[in-house]
């Protein structure tokens, strides 16, 4: 190995370090495969192949992070406490649908009259353009 | 039906490099070269055997100055009582598939 790193070498050992950053540590001491990653570097003697392995590290690190995750979610989410989330979720939903159906909509009854009485509908004919506009009452008759 | 724990082809291999050399300490960059595995691959696995205490670590000093310390590996007994019986498992199967391939060509045999 040259005295002076080359490019290739640089990269790998930013991504190694990266790599000893993501892994989860295990109860506040820094994690013996960082370090056990990162020292490996040093014995790889071609650089390419030091940063493929680099690359690998990273991979590694990503992967843990995510199995961490994981098991804190499923520590966290316990059965009871999905239960009674899932049951909370069905309880909203089920009121905001009874607020729904009382609320009072008079825009929506308005329309459904006008399109249930077909003689409230505007003539397309322009023989009635001159006639007066004659309103018409719920019973049918005109007043 | 439930997936049998360590019984993945990566995981087979790494217990198969491991009983190989049953009594040494290797290092993640032999077991690398060895067994073909990535570091990306490699490393989540020796997480996950040392996790469930089938496999143990250790920091050795360097042989040469100006070197930091490695990490080596070895598996526990219980990784190896796993490790040989997976070999086991594999031999019966390479030797079930071999009968069956045997006793297929005696009976092609015996209908020509």
């Known amino acids: ?143 | 039906m439930p997936r049998k724990p360590n019984n993945s082809r990566q995981t087979r291999a790494l217990l198969a490099t491991f009983l190989e050399r049953a009594q040494s300490w290797l290092h993640g960059y032999d077991l690398s070269k060895e067994t073909g595995l990535k570091s990306g691959t490699l490393y989540p696995l020796l997480m996950r055997l040392s996790e469930q205490g089938l496999m143990e670590s250790r920091w050795q000093e360097p042989e040469r100055p100006g070197l930091p310390p490695r990490h080596i590996y070895r598996l526990t007994s219980s990784g190896l009582a796993l490790a040989r019986e997976q070999a086991r498992e594999g031999a019966t199967a390479i030797g079930d598939t071999s009968g069956a391939n045997t006793s297929g060509a005696n009976t092609s045999g015996a209908l020509a």
């Open chain 1, 1 to 143: 190995m040259s005295a002076m790193p080359g490019r290739w070498r640089r990269i790998a050992v930013l991504l190694a370090q990266h790599a000893s950053r993501v892994l989860p540590r295990a109860r506040s001491a820094r994690s013996p495969w960082a370090e056990a990653m990162r020292r490996e570097l040093d014995y790889i003697e071609d650089d390419r192949v030091a940063l493929r392995w680099a690359i690998g590290c990273v991979t590694a690190s990503y992967t843990a992070q995510l199995v961490a995750v994981l098991r804190f979610c499923g520590r966290l989410l316990s059965r009871p406490l999905l239960a009674a989330g899932m049951l909370l979720s069905v309880a909203l939903a089920l009121a905001h649908a009874n607020d729904l159906a009382n609320r009072p909509d008079c825009r929506s009854r308005s329309n459904a009259e006008l399109i249930g009485d077909p003689r409230q509908a505007p003539n397309p004919s322009c023989s009635d353009r001159h006639q007066p506009v004659r309103f018409i009452a719920k019973d049918g008759l005109p007043q």
